[in-house]
């Protein structure tokens, strides 16, 4: 294999533009589709916002990808924890990957986060990272939709 003649400039950053990232998944994409043929990224969010300042304070966001929804954060807002809040909006992403076709959801979430929320929910650990304490273990779930 040979390399192209140009070489590439490195540009490392730890504030990259946002519009870097869209740009990165395009070059992913195209890669994807030639091994593939199809790799579709569609975003969802359900937003949580200040009735007076309409500033967002919770909500779910995720995408569907190749028939299965990666829900990438859920944020339920200090003081509702505990209310319902979260369910609803799970039940809202969930319902959209059912529109979508999509398989089942899937998840990471920390030790200190919501494992037995999502358990509730009906999902199930599948994978596990270990590491140092509160942070970790990291618990990668799944809820299968069929």
């Known amino acids: 294999m040979s390399l192209p003649e140009k070489a590439l400039l490195i540009e490392a950053s730890s504030e990259p533009p946002q519009a870097a990232y869209q740009e990165l998944w395009e070059v992913l994409r195209a890669f994807n589709v030639s091994a593939v043929g199809h790799c579709e990224n569609y975003p969802y969010a359900v937003l949580l916002r200040d009735p007076e300042t309409h500033s967002v304070v ?3 966001w995720g995408r569907s990808v190749w028939d299965s929804f990666y829900v990438d954060m859920l944020v339920a807002p200090e003081g509702y924890r505990g209310s319902g809040h979260g369910g609803k909006l799970m039940a809202q992403i969930e319902a959209q990957a059912r ?10 979430t920390f030790a200190f ?5 999502y358990e509730k929910l009906g999902f199930r650990v599948f994978g596990q990272i270990e590491g140092p304490k509160p942070m970790f273990p990291r618990y990668f779930m799944i809820k299968d939709l069929d």
Not at 99 to 108: E, F, H, K, M, S
Not at 113 to 117: L, N
């Open 58 to 60: 919770g909500g779910v």
């Open 113 to 117: 986060q919501a494992r037995p929320f």
């Open 99 to 108: 529109a979508r076709g999509c398989r089942n959801l899937w998840l990471d």
